[in-house]
Nanobody, 117 residues
């Protein structure tokens, strides 16, 4: 299984961006689709997840109310980001974790999001 992110770029503070993650093949079983991010000099942090059934959606406190995660179809999920701030600048990674795993099983290569003040 391969994951490929798209949609990163440069945006001004207060602006919006949508990131998408394409999954190379259909995944059997129950799994969670996640977004993580890593800012320069900081550890990677979890941002949000949506379950394969769509019934479980969670956000980190830092993005709650500004970011929206959703599954477009069986092989794509997205992160709609609004009211972006300079502190949201990071490399964003999509990842898939099977329900029986304690950490993601598959990772994308990352896409840069830069928010200018």
């Amino acid at each position: 299984v391969q994951l490929v992110e798209s949609g990163g770029g440069l945006v001004q503070a207060g602006g919006s961006l949508r990131l998408s993650c394409a999954i190379s093949e259909r995944i059997s079983g129950v799994y969670y689709m996640n977004w993580y991010r890593q800012a320069p000099g900081k550890q990677r942090e979890w941002v949000a997840h949506v379950s394969s059934s769509g019934t479980s959606i969670l956000y980190a406190n830092s993005v709650q109310g500004r970011f929206f995660i959703f599954g477009d179809d069986a092989n794509t999920f997205s992160l709609e980001m609004s009211l972006l701030q300079p502190e949201d600048t990071a490399v964003y990674y999509c990842a898939v974790r099977m329900v029986q795993s304690t950490s993601p099983d598959y990772w994308g290569q990352g896409t840069q999001v830069t928010v200018s003040s």
